[in-house]
């Protein structure tokens, strides 16, 4: 009988001695959080929201603030709970096979479903902490939501008076350099780069794939929809990644010596 797709990745994952996993919004979909683009994402349901994302947007008008703030308020992360999908990244840590996950994510769901903070590359930042774009300033997202409830729209710097921002990469802004280097670094040492619940859209994250199949890596995409990078790929998945990422790993979580 013929090796199905699932069996044949669980195999290099299983073969592999380095595992980097490529994670994006769609890993987070199961945990209640919509993605962007996805048939439910906030993108494709209200093209006009990608506006909120943009930092020249940001900083220009206070109106895009009060928004964003208010959408922060509401943010689905807050209760959102990690799902199988992020377990299973800490099974194959466990496991001793991946070398780190590089997300888009800015939720914090992998921290907390259990995988090592250190070896979560937030390339897109964290939606957990503030920053403030005069003086540099970080503060917890925690503190900001209470001054929001107590009915600020666009609170400022209690330091400087300067605008605040979430600690997260919007359009036009750069991506931390440190955070950046380690991701290539990451894509550049792995056997398998596996890639999850992304649309691939985004660069220069996407760029990661290039990066792993010029350094010889197999490359792995588990997401509903296709790619841009699914021609490259050695094998694409449609998920759904709860009950597919489990498949994957699992086998290679229990079969190591
Ligand atoms: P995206 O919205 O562009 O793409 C997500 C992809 O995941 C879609 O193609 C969708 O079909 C697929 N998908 C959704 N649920 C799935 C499932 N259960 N099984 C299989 N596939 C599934 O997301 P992106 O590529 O990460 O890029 C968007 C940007 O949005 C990122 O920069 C990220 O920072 C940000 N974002 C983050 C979150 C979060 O932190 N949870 C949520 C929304 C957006």
């Known amino acids: 009988m013929a090796e199905s797709d699932v069996a044949r990745v669980a195999r290099w994952v299983r073969e592999a001695d380095v595992v980097t ?8 979909t199961e945990s209640g959080i919509p993605d962007f683009r996805g048939p439910a994402g906030v993108w494709t349901k209200d093209p006009a929201a990608a506006r909120l994302f943009d930092f020249d947007a940001y900083v220009a ?13 509401e943010h689905a992360a807050w209760t959102a709970r990690p799902n ?38 937030e390339v897109h930042g964290s939606l957990h902490t503030v920053v403030c774009l005069s003086c540099g300033r970080r503060t917890p997202m925690a503190d900001t939501l209470a001054r929001l409830e ?41 056997d398998v780069l596996l890639v999850v619940g992304s649309s691939l859209q985004v660069h220069p994250v996407a760029s990661l794939c290039e990066v792993a199949k010029d350094a010889g890596a197999r490359l792995v995409i588990l997401n509903a929809e296709s790619t841009p990078y699914d021609r ?19 086998s290679a979580a229990t079969t190591r010596s």
């Not at 605008?163 to 550049?188: N, Y």
């Not at 490259?232 to 597919?244: C, K, N, T």
């Open 232 to 250: 490259l790929a050695d094998a694409v998945l449609a998920g759904p990644i709860g009950q597919v990422l489990p498949a994957l790993v699992g």
């Open 150 to 190: 107590a009915g600020e729209e666009d609170p400022t710097c209690l330091t400087c008076g300067g605008i605040l921002k979430s600690g997260t990469i919007s359009f036009g802004q750069p991506l931390d350099p440190a955070v950046w280097r380690a991701s290539v670094r990451a894509a550049a040492a792995c």
């Open 21 to 28: 996993a490529l994670t994006g919004a769609g890993i987070s």
């Open 61 to 73: 008008d206070p109106q895009v603030r009060v928004a964003v703030w208010q959408r922060r308020l």
């Open 84 to 121: 199988a999908g992020h377990r299973a990244l800490v099974d194959l840590e466990r496991s001793g096979r991946l070398l780190d996950i590089v997300t888009q994510n800015i939720d914090g769901l992998h921290q907390a479903a259990g995988s090592d903070p250190d070896r979560v590359l």
